[in-house]
Nanobody, 115 residues
Framework: VQLQESGPGLVKPSPTLSLSCTVSGAAIASNLYYWNWIRQPPGKGLEWLGA???????YHSLSLKSCASIDRDTSKNQFTLQLNSVTPEDTAVYYCNAFHYKWAWGQGTQVTVSS
């Protein structure tokens, strides 16, 4: 499985921010696949943001200040992350990954939120 993140790069504080993860090598609706979003702010550890599974069930981090929603588009074989009320605290490298008996990671995309 290969994953590729795409995001806006440099953005100003805004009501919403969206990232997408394009998957190849497996269909996102394939049985027992779990698709995750993780981020790493500068100088900090990894933070799990949420996930969506093979049955289109979402899971969200309760500690995330910027409320997030995760959706999928089976026609594009993509899953997306939308953050709300985006501030400079959301500056991070954003990763998508997959779990299906083992982990597969995207290379990450830098998102910088600055006014």
């Amino acid at each position: 499985v290969q994953l590729q993140e795409s995001g806006p790069g440099l953005v100003k504080p805004s009501p919403t921010l969206s990232l997408s993860c394009t998957v190849s090598g497996a269909a996102i609706a394939s049985n027992l696949y779990y698709w995750n979003w993780i981020r790493q702010p500068p100088g900090k550890g990894l933070e799990w943001l949420g996930a969506i599974d093979y049955s289109d069930s979402p899971y969200h981090s309760l500690s995330l200040k910027s409320c997030a929603s995760i959706d999928r588009d089976t026609s594009k074989n993509q899953f997306t992350l939308q953050l709300n009320s985006v501030t400079p605290e959301d500056t991070a490298v954003y990763y998508c990954n997959a779990f299906h008996y083992k982990w597969a990671w995207g290379q990450g995309t830098q998102v910088t939120v600055s006014s």
